[in-house]
């Protein structure tokens, strides 16, 4: 699904909030919020003017409660004029990558000039819920559900969580508990000296709590030791391995990127960040949402007569370490270049907006990082899916 056949589609700006922890520092910013501080930091690091931009592609997964298109309400609250068009995309954890690929196959059919790609998430204030209450009821108990798990989290089609499908994953693969606690300490030691290092400094927009000013990611824990992943109780089954110490943590947080074809570009003269290749997508089984992220990165490699160590970079959510220890095996990818600066299982996952923050990171290394050319960015799909975009150096 080549997006640049005639005139590439290029990256020229990107931000993204800190990650908030489930209950942490952005606790009191609504998910809305958090996409309007992204969108606004975006446009005050543009040289162009919000009139410019000619639609917005926002991804946003736990819906319940939110209110009436989220993704417009964040146009309306930020400082893009009321008149610019939005969509709302809800694909689970590929929401806010399937939002920019949204954008630029607007761009590529020559339907915009100038587009905003990304997603927002606050698994903070997902609220409770009483299914099948309209009604009411006369007697008895009566059940609340949690948005967060029943609108991102737990697979409809096969009636489990997400975690119970990734453990199914490690029966089949034959992944030890110490192979995912491995991961998950390197991916706490990564991401605590990329955050040390001030390698997202840049990228980051502060977010006004209104108590404070959040300008560093939360999440990483860099004095955890094995020993103490081991000692973890496992989270889906009580004879288990995946636990809260090798998945994904729950998390708030938004990010976009601005997108425009090279000639634009160059007519508006605006320096590009990165280029935009080619995305694909590919879907399994449900209970095999796992091994379509496999199949994601050797389609879009084969389509682009790409090697995998052509790639430099490999930005694939962790949703789970167990995932992300299939896939480097399965592929072959060197473990420094997955998820070089740490990952989920250190920063969190907002489901929605994660595609949009890795999208904004990794074309940021892309921008200021010699030895990266090529970059991979993506994640698994609830439902048996995956998505990836392939990202170049300008």
Known sequence: MSVHDSDSIVVLEGTRTPHGTLLGSLADVDAVSLAETAIDGLLERTPLEGTAIDWVSLGNAIQAGIGQVPGRQAVVESDLPNETPATTVNEASGSGLRAITLAADRIAAGRADL????????????????????????????????????????????????GEITERLVDREDISREAQDEYALESHRRAAEAIESGAFDEEIVPVDTGGETV?????????????????????????????????SKLSDGAGVVLLASESVAADRDCEPMARLVDYDLAYRDPDEFNEAVGDVVEALLADNGLAVEDVDAYWINEAFAAQSVYVMERLGIPRDRLNPQGGAVAFGHPIGGSGGMLAASLAYQLRDDPDVDRGLVGMSVGGGGAIMALLESV
């Open 115 to 162: 587009t905003i790609g990304g997603g927002f998430e606050s698994m903070t204030n997902a609220p409770w819920i009483l299914p099948d209450y309209r009604t009411g009821r006369r007697h008895g108990d009566v059940t609340i559900k949690d948005s967060m798990i029943l609108d991102s989290l737990w697979d409809r089609n096969l009636d489990v969580h997400m």
């Open 215 to 247: 300008e560093r990611d939360e999440g990483p824990r860099p004095d955890s030791t094995l020993e103490d992943l081991a000692e973890l109780p496992p989270s889906f089954r009580d004879d288990g391995t995946i636990t809260p110490g090798n998945a």
